[in-house]
C-alpha cells in the first residue's frame, strides 16, 4: 500500500487505473466480515468468558491504527507541501 501511494504521488500510476480495483474490493466488504460473525457463533462460551480481553486488543488495535494513519496522512501532506514549495523556488531561479 506505501508502494501504491508512492507512485500516485509521483504520478506514476494514476488513480484512475486502481479506482476500479478499490471500487471492487469496497462493493464485496460485507464478505471480509462473515467469518467473524461466522466465529462468533460458534464459539459464542469463549466469547462470554474471554470477551473482554477481544474488546480490548480490538480498542487498543483500532486507536493504533487510526493514529498511525492521522500521523502519516500529516507527514505526508508536510512533504507534498514541502516539494510545492521547493518546486516553485527552483523555477524562479531559473
Known sequence: MFLLLICL????VKLEQVALGANAVLAELVL???PIVVAVVQYKQLFLTEGWQIVVS?????MLVMLSTSLTIHYT????????VRKRLQHRMH
Open 9 to 12: 504521488f509521483a504520478g506514476w
Open 32 to 34: 471480509f466480515f462473515v
Open 58 to 62: 480490538i480498542g487498543i488495535g483500532t
Open 77 to 84: 501532506y508536510r512533504l507534498k507541501k514541502y516539494w510545492q
